[in-house]
């Protein structure tokens, strides 16, 4: 039974950083991809950022630039570190681990930016 837990959300204020961390029950080498996602209320959930087990990452337009998506294989997890973080960044954020055709999901954690 895969699980992801997600940590490091918080509250902070416009233009300060945050780093989040997922931690997976079992190594992440064992998916093909590693997401996090984010849904502000009212809003449809947004995908973020991607990272291959080579290391490849992607990101939306919207956090280019700003976020950064790693990963250490021997803690089993993932990190997005957000830079600059803009009010328009508040919402739960989600990490989701896909292996073959199915994704997991963790419970989210709040990040909320202040102006």
């Known amino acids: 039974q895969v699980q992801l837990v997600e940590s490091g959300g918080g509250l902070v204020q416009a233009g300060e950083s945050l780093r989040l961390s997922c931690e997976a029950s079992e190594s992440i080498n064992s998916f093909t991809l590693m997401m996090w996602y984010r849904q502000a209320p009212g809003n449809q959930r947004e995908w973020v950022a991607s990272i291959t087990p080579g290391g490849n990452t992607n990101y939306a337009n919207s956090v280019k630039g700003r976020f950064a998506i790693s990963r250490d294989n021997a803690k089993n997890t993932v990190y997005l570190r957000m830079n600059s973080l803009k009010p328009e960044d508040t919402a739960v954020y989600y990490c989701?681990?896909?292996?073959?055709?199915?994704?997991?999901w963790g419970p989210g954690t709040q990040v909320t930016v202040s102006s």
């Open positions: 989701s681990a896909k292996r073959l055709t199915l994704n997991y």
